[in-house]
């Protein structure tokens, strides 16, 4: 699936909050910030730091058993634009000029870094989820949502 530009532009900037969430073996959520994500060529790429971290045991569970994995972005939580990006597991790069671009980028930062490696995940589905947009669905989806929000009373 082609990702919207909307989404391109958030995931690719680097001010922008972004969150990766995998699984375990056991279906046990792990949640990470990920600063080095990136929108690269119809894929979502970023690079893993750590060889040994449960991100990384995670990555290599997901691929393997085929389970998906879900981005977070965040561009305005006032607007209430934030996308969910649920994906695949794709590949894991430790060689290349996609390793070499990150590589160069970590090292500016963290100049004794040895990353693990630049996880490829391919995007399967983009989820907006605005508050302001699911209400209204909600609201059409329901019936007699309207009248239910009165009965219920007035918030203090």
Request: glycine share 6%.
């Amino acid at each position: 699936m082609q990702l919207p530009e909307e989404v391109v532009k958030l995931i690719n900037d680097p001010k922008k909050i972004k969150t990766l969430t995998t699984v375990d073996k056991a279906g046990n959520p792990h949640t990470v910030p990920i600063g080095s994500m990136t929108a690269l060529d119809g894929n979502i790429a970023f690079m893993e730091l750590l060889d040994t971290c449960k991100t990384q045991k995670n990555m290599l569970n997901c691929y393997w058993f085929k389970k998906e994995v879900s981005v977070l972005v965040v561009d305005d939580w006032g607007k209430g634009d934030v996308y969910q990006i649920k994906c695949s597991p794709y590949k894991l790069l430790r060689q290349g000029p996609i390793w070499d671009k990150f590589l160069e980028e970590v090292w500016k930062i963290i100049p004794d870094a040895d990353p693990s490696g630049v996880w490829l995940i391919t995007p399967k589905e983009v989820i907006n989820q605005n508050y302001f947009l699911r209400r209204k669905a909600e609201e059409g989806r329901r019936a007699n949502w309207r009248r239910w929000q009165t009965l219920k009373g007035v918030r203090k």
